[in-house]
């Protein structure tokens, strides 16, 4: 039975997606990151989005290889999951098994009780991720648009 397709749009927002931000360090990319959750989410407190994923950081890295991390905890005060997708303009480390620099990000945050949807939610991302397609789609989208459609709209083949 194949695996279910990821569907991302309950997830995803535009207002969430970012491309080419700049690589500084993963510090600086999760306030960045905090900041635009809070913007489109302004009950979850930038300070606590930031120290969560900092927090979650220092338990190992979310990065997967291939130039991709998936940073993800939990967090109360968060009705669903929110999904946070950015491209770098410069690959950053990021503690990755490969040694590579990562470019492209999918933050996700879940309610503290979501335990089966975090898991489904992280196998689907990470599935996708593994797509070639799919990661050189994200990096070849132009602007924040480009690459929520793609994100959103990919089906990986059947």
């Known amino acids: 039975m194949p695996a279910p397709t990821l569907d991302l749009r309950g997830t995803l927002t ?6 080419h931000a700049p690589g500084v360090s993963k510090k600086r990319l999760f306030e960045t990151a905090a900041a635009l959750i809070h913007e489109d989410q302004p ?15 220092k338990l190992g890295s979310t ?24 491209t770098l303009a410069d690959p950053i480390d990021f503690d990755a098994p ?3 620099r990562i470019d492209v990000l999918f933050l996700l945050l879940v309610p503290e009780e ?3 949807e ?10 996708n991720l593994s797509s070639i397609d799919y990661r050189q789609g994200l990096r070849d989208a132009k602007d924040a648009a480009a690459l929520y459609k793609f994100a959103i709209d ?5």
């Not at 990919?154 to 059947?158: D, G």
């Open 43 to 57: 009950h979850l407190e930038v300070s606590d989005i930031f120290a969560k994923f900092l927090a979650r950081e």
């Open 63 to 86: 990065a997967l290889g291939d130039g991709i991390a998936i940073p993800h905890c939990r967090i109360g005060n968060c009705q669903r999951a929110l999904g946070t997708l950015i």
């Open 118 to 127: 975090h898991l489904n939610l992280l196998a689907g991302l990470a599935r």
């Open 98 to 100: 490969d040694e590579q």
């Open 154 to 158: 990919f089906k990986l083949p059947a």
């Open 14 to 19: 535009l207002a969430r997606t970012l491309c």
């Open 114 to 116: 979501a335990h089966q």
